[in-house]
């Protein structure tokens, strides 16, 4: 054995290494024999951290796990739960070159450590994900920590009040069912067919511009101009997740035109919504009563810093209403369509909420349909819960660790690792959800609650979630879920009041892995006028 003397000098600790390697390496240049020595001292690192008591698929010296997850790179979620099972749900790791190692979680006393009080300082967004989302999420929500972030959750969660439940969310989402099937009503009368899932991502787009900032898109529709926006933010989406999962995405963005693709997208989106924040500062001096509008855009110019009483920029008002618009539109849409097929399956719990429909909503289609009478579709809600679990809109998600730190069942997390957990596993596996975890069974949510006056009456249950994370858990669980079940619940209802729907298969449905666990191919279908089922005669419902 020789000691390499600038090893040594780098290393105090001295790191020595056999003659035969020595011997190969002395004829060499300097910075080539550098480069091999930091390769072996590279497998060294790899191979003490991978001889960790953590399991995992086995890794490769210095390209980790790369291959297997390449190979299941379109099938993730899958995989996620396929590797789970093989270590019965216990905590296991995998690491790629370039992107680093993950700790995947799908216990739910592991997940409350992370997303939890105790872990929550030491799993952050993190600088990657900031810069690398910073185009089309700036300092959004979504990708921000610390006070920024917290302050921006704050004037979020005020405009969930039961107020705007009451007389702005339910109104604003039953007049978008009741436009769907407006534009369902021909296509229905023939012999066409059509994608649901795109009609639903232009139904919560529309919804979701008129409640953040009052305008109406109208893209159900027709094919307004607006509407482009919406399609590039969905290109610059793409790309962002091509930058987190790709490590050659730069390459993709220098020299195939990915970087011109971005700009032109965001420019599209900033065009749009800069329009509409010009066009509300001039209403604003003009003293129109833009209070009166309380829209999201309304409450973000409203926002004054509490210590320095400064108010957001353009560019705030930007980043913020474009991370509420994607929180808002893709995952309700995504999980309309799941819960679409999933009942196309299973028509027993079908005809379930046809019964339920026809105890509460009004004989008179007309009739309005309040937040109140939307409150009792229970049955209907846990069929989109239900969805939600086996089809979670994120599908997996991730944290970077800030500093080491060590989970309850003793896994050590290192400074720089993820933190990865995926919802879609967690929802499948039986250790979390029981013998019959990956049947459809709205059932599992209800429960039967008996009041002070004895009455009984069937409500949904409150999943604890860290063991249910389709909305996220914790100092950032999803705020808008109520608002997301609720337009789910309102469109479903009126849908299936009206169509009966044929789910086409053709082409398959099949999922897409993108920020969204979205189908590949949307989800085409053949509709049916319903009949009325409180009618014995069968006569058709009026459209
Ligand atoms: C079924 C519908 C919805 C699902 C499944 C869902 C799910 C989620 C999930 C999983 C996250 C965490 C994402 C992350 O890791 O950063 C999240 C965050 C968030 N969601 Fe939702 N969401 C839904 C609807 C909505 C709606 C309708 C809104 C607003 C109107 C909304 C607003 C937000 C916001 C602002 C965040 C960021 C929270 C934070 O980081 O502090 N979501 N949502």
Redesign the pocket.
Known sequence: MITLPFVARELPNMITLPSIVIDFLSPTPSWVSSFLILLVLLVVLHTSRSASSTPGPTPIPLIGNLIEVMRNFDDFPNWTYRTALRYGGRTWKFSAPFVGTFVMVTDPTQLEFVLGKTGFDDFV?GEELNWKSFPVFGAG??TTDGSY?RKQ?KT?SRVFTSHNFRDVFAPVFVSGARRLNKVLKPIAETDDRVDMQLLFHRLTADT?TE?GCSRQLNSLQSANPEKDWTDALDVAQRLVIHRMKNPLWWFNETFFGGAKLMKDSVKQVDDFIYSVIDERRKENDSGADVVAKDDLLARFMRYQDDETGEKLTDRELRDWIV??FV??RD??AT?LSWTVFNLSQNPAYLTKIYQELAIHLPRDRNAPITHAILSKLVYTHACFVET?RLR???AV?LKSCFRDTVLPDGTRVHKGDWLMWS?YAMGRLESNWGADALEFKPERWLVETVDAQGIKSVTVKQESPYKF????AG???????N???L??KTTLALLLRDYEIDVLNDPPVEYLETITHVMKYGLWVKLNKRKDNRRDSGVSMDM
């Open positions: 967004k929500v979504f972030h959750r979020i979701f409640i991370n509420i929180a808002g995952t309700t999980v939600l979670p809109a994120l998600d919802p994370p389709a909305f996220n100092a950032r669980v999803c705020p808008g879920q608002v997301g079940l337009q789910g």
